[in-house]
């Protein structure tokens, strides 16, 4: 079994900044592409930022130049160091993960129990 664990959500004021942190765990052979998703009350989950295991990345229109995604393979950990915080950057955000685990050598796509952000005055 993979799972993913994400902290470092919270309340921040507008032009503030986070970092949200998700590691990796269980019996797991290599972690491909990783990112971060997120949704927004009464709205659909939208890609925000992914990254290769090479480092490779792309990001949503809304969050590029302020956000900045990460990874550290040796921890199987991805970041997401937001600045510049939005009020519509409000949402819960959750980390996904493309790995190769188990003794069967199964490709799963692992999701994170979500982390809330809230930016408000």
């Not at 902290?7 to 921040?12: A, F, I, K, N, R």
């Not at 990796?24 to 052979?29: D, F, H, K, Q, T």
């Given at each position: 079994q993979v799972q993913l664990v994400e902290?470092?959500?919270?309340?921040?004021q507008p032009g503030g900044s986070l970092r949200l942190s998700c590691v990796?765990?269980?019996?797991?052979?290599i972690i491909n592409n990783m990112g971060w998703y997120r949704q927004a009350p009464g709205k659909e989950r939208d890609l925000v930022a992914r990254i290769s295991r090479g480092g490779n990345t792309n990001y949503a229109d809304a969050v590029k130049g302020r956000f900045t995604i990460s990874r550290d393979n040796a921890v199987n950990t991805v970041y997401l160091q937001m600045n510049n915080l939005k009020p519509e950057d409000t949402a819960v955000y959750y980390c996904v993960a493309n790995v190769v685990a188990g003794h069967a050598a199964q490709f799963l796509e692992v999701w994170g129990q979500g982390t809330p952000v809230t930016c408000s005055s």
């Open positions: 902290s470092g959500g919270g309340l921040v990796a765990s269980g019996r797991l052979i």
